[in-house]
């Protein structure tokens, strides 16, 4: 858990005090520069019990944001030609959960 | 109804692509999507201004709504092919409301937008252009569209079903998660409104399960076969995913969307509200 990392999405705009973000990047191939930007994954949001509560499409830079809740979060990756992938996350009101997310190349 | 009524696969419409008398119609809730790639053909509907009144919260009437469909180039006896984002969310709001108006021969894509990506179909920038038309709406149907009188009402008698996910049931989200929290409304659910996130209703890929499958979630969630229904969520868009399953899949008679929704009933003075995992009492 941490701020805005450099290159993250921008906050511009979102009142980080009043909400729980969880933000990041989707990547085929490999970590911290060695991945490509998917631009085309769906990113979903499943709450403790395993149940949907949102989805997104990432943006042209496979970036995504969600407005969580305090508490234990699943993202659930889905991108052509890839299995799809589960990461947990922890969010808190107040800060921003940074995510990167690797599918297979 | 039925799904082979109101449902079409996604190689279905690849195939049809170029078959007259049909028409693509991207809805979604982000607006600039269709700009950035639509599937060949496709004309665009912006749930936020061609269908809905820039002044009071309504929908537009009936002859803003043959206005518009006659400007794109919709006939009345056009069969119309609706696809979106979000699973499927607005263009399902999108085909309740072309019920809603009457128009006869509606289908959804099957998975929607995601699914044609997913199977990495092709979309392109080309921009269509069709004739104009002389479009005829109906008379609003009024069996499918519920206002806050009968919600209320319906408290305890009929089944309300709360499509929204389980934290906003619950009243510890006020919106779905991909938007800000910060909502003028009370948080909760209507008393006695059986949870039954829209999502149920969707395999990861955004189509929709089997008749089988669909029958059983919502029995197993309290729903009573025998009684009218009205689904709601927070502005109406995920409830329209319910609805179509519940009437257009399952062929229920009586089935009606609240498009009032939450950030209508968690606004309104005096009414009853339910916080918590469970449904509460009449």
């Known amino acids: 858990m ?15 005090a009043k909400e729980a973000v ?19 994954a769906y990113v ?9 509560t949102a989805e997104v499409p990432t943006s042209a830079t496979g970036h995504f944001r969600f407005f969580a ?3 234990e979060w699943t993202l659930r990756t889905l991108a052509p030609k890839a299995e799809p992938v589960d990461t947990k996350v922890v969010a808190a009101t107040g800060s921003v959960a940074e995510v990167q997310v690797l599918v297979s190349a | 109804m039925s799904r082979e009524n109101s449902l079409v696969t996604a190689q279905w419409v690849e195939d049809n692509l170029d078959t007259d008398g049909i028409v693509l119609i991207e809805v979604d809730e982000d607006t600039t999507a269709y700009d950035k790639g639509h599937i060949r053909g496709a004309i665009k509907l912006d749930w936020t201004t061609d269908l809905q009144d820039q002044v009071r919260r309504d929908f537009v ?3 803003q709504f043959e206005a518009l469909l006659s400007e794109r ?8 092919v ?17 019920k809603l108006y009457g128009h006869q021969d509606v289908k959804l894509l099957d998975g929607g937008r995601k699914k044609w990506e997913l199977d990495s179909r092709e979309l392109t920038d080309e921009a269509t252009s069709r004739e104009k038309t002389s479009y005829t709406a109906s008379e609003q149907d009024s069996s499918i569209r519920a206002f806050r009188d009968e919600v209320v009402a319906a408290i305890g008698t009929q089944n ?22 910060e909502q003028a409304q009370r948080a909760g659910h209507i008393p006695t409104a059986a949870s039954v996130p829209w999502s149920k209703a969707a395999n990861d890929d955004g189509t929709f399960k089997s008749d089988e499958e669909l029958k059983q979630i919502y029995t197993e969630a309290g729903v009573d076969w025998d009684k009218d229904t009205i689904a709601y969520c927070r502005i109406g868009e995920r409830s329209s995913h319910t609805w179509f399953v519940l009437k257009e899949l399952l062929g229920q008679d009586n089935v009606k969307n609240y498009d009032g929704s939450w950030t209508e009933y968690g606004s309104l003075v005096g009414v009853p509200v339910t916080l918590g995992d469970e449904r509460g009492d009449a």
Do not use: M
């Not at chain 1, 520069?33 to 085309?40: A, K, R, T, Y």
């Not at chain 1, 979903?44 to 949907?52: Q, T, Y």
């Not at chain 2, 696809?83 to 607005?90: K, P, R």
């Open chain 2, 160 to 181: 309300l079903v709360d499509v929204r996910s389980p934290d906003e049931y619950a009243g510890r989200l006020l919106a779905p998660a991909h938007l800000p929290q």
């Open chain 2, 73 to 80: 180039g919709v006939a009345n006896d056009d069969t119309v």
């Open chain 1, 69 to 71: 809740g305090d508490g």
């Open chain 1, 22 to 40: 969880i933000q990041g990047q989707v990547l085929r191939g490999g970590a911290d520069g060695g991945g490509e930007p998917v631009g085309n």
């Open chain 1, 44 to 52: 979903r949001l499943l709450d403790r019990s395993g149940e949907f």
């Open chain 1, 2 to 16: 941490c701020g805005a990392t450099e290159g993250g999405l921008s906050l511009d705009g979102v009142n980080v």
């Open chain 2, 82 to 98: 609706l696809y979106g984002g979000n699973n499927n969310w607005f263009a399902a709001y999108a085909y309740w409301y072309f």
């Open chain 2, 61 to 63: 009437n009936k002859e």
